[in-house]
T-cell receptor, first 114, second 111 residues
Framework: GAVVSQHPSWVICKSGTSVKIECRSL??????MFWYRQFPKQSLMLMAT?????????EQGVEKDKFLINHASLTLSTLTVTSAHPEDSSFYIC??????????FGPGTRLTVL | SQQGEEDPQALSIQEGENATMNCSYK?????LQWYRQNSGRGLVHLIL?????REKHSGRLRVTLDTSKKSSSLLITASRAADTASYFC???????????FGSGTQLTVLP
């Protein structure tokens, strides 16, 4: 299957700082990428849909000013957690949609906010 | 998008046995995808089955789809300890692109 990478794989930051997470589709172009978060022992929750060249679509309850999404190219989307707080600590996973409807997921980024 | 409901929530079997998990959904679909997630990792795409397909195989995996019952099943044959993971189904309807996940089935394969 296609490969999606995320960077970094884990990050620890102080409260109040911003953290950027990159999601790349390595061997295919993805006009649409998705960002999820997952708390321990829970399922994935969709945060937003990232469309190349246009604004992201956020799910209800997700603050767009806190979770900035940029989809600058067909292979890269970034999620910036601004002014991070301990409650933002979570596992963030991106996915990219291939041309035959499959979605391929990145390995995830573990964010810990102290 | 709609969410699939996996059943059972947890399944524990011995290595070598077969594991069957089920997925139910509510409205008609274009396709349904199965994923595996190892603890602390991302999701791995296993199989996509389209609404006009009834069965699909990939190695030790066999997926069936019954659109009349709005259900799908994932069978893992000759299970291995490495199959221990959470398994999720994701039904896709209409023009929806995003996936919505249920709680999954936690499979434990005992050596």
């Amino acid at each position: 299957g296609a490969v999606v990478s995320q960077h970094p794989s884990w990050v620890i930051c102080k409260s109040g700082t911003s953290v950027k997470i990159e999601c790349r589709s390595l061997d295919f172009q993805a006009t649409t990428m998705f960002w999820y978060r997952q708390f321990p022992k829970q399922s994935l929750m969709l945060m937003a849909t990232s469309n190349e060249g246009s604004k992201a679509t956020y799910e209800q309850g997700v603050e767009k000013d806190k979770f900035l999404i940029n989809h600058a190219s067909l292979t890269l989307s970034t999620l910036t957690v601004t002014s991070a707080h301990p409650e933002d600590s979570s596992f963030y996973i991106c996915s990219a949609r291939g041309d035959r409807d499959e979605q391929f997921f990145g390995p995830g980024t573990r964010l810990t906010v102290l | 998008s709609q969410q699939g409901e996996e059943d059972p929530q947890a399944l524990s079997i011995q290595e070598g046995e077969n594991a069957t998990m089920n997925c139910s959904y509510k409205t008609s679909i274009n396709n349904l995808q199965w994923y595996r997630q190892n603890s602390g990792r991302g999701l791995v795409h296993l199989i996509l089955i389209r609404s006009n397909e009834r069965e699909k195989h990939s190695g030790r995996l066999r997926v069936t789809l019954d659109t009349s019952k709005k259900s799908s099943s994932l069978l893992i044959t000759a299970s291995r300890a490495a199959d221990t993971a959470s398994y999720f189904c994701a039904p896709i309807s209409g023009s929806a692109r995003q996936l919505t996940f249920g709680s999954g089935t936690q499979l434990t394969v005992l050596p």
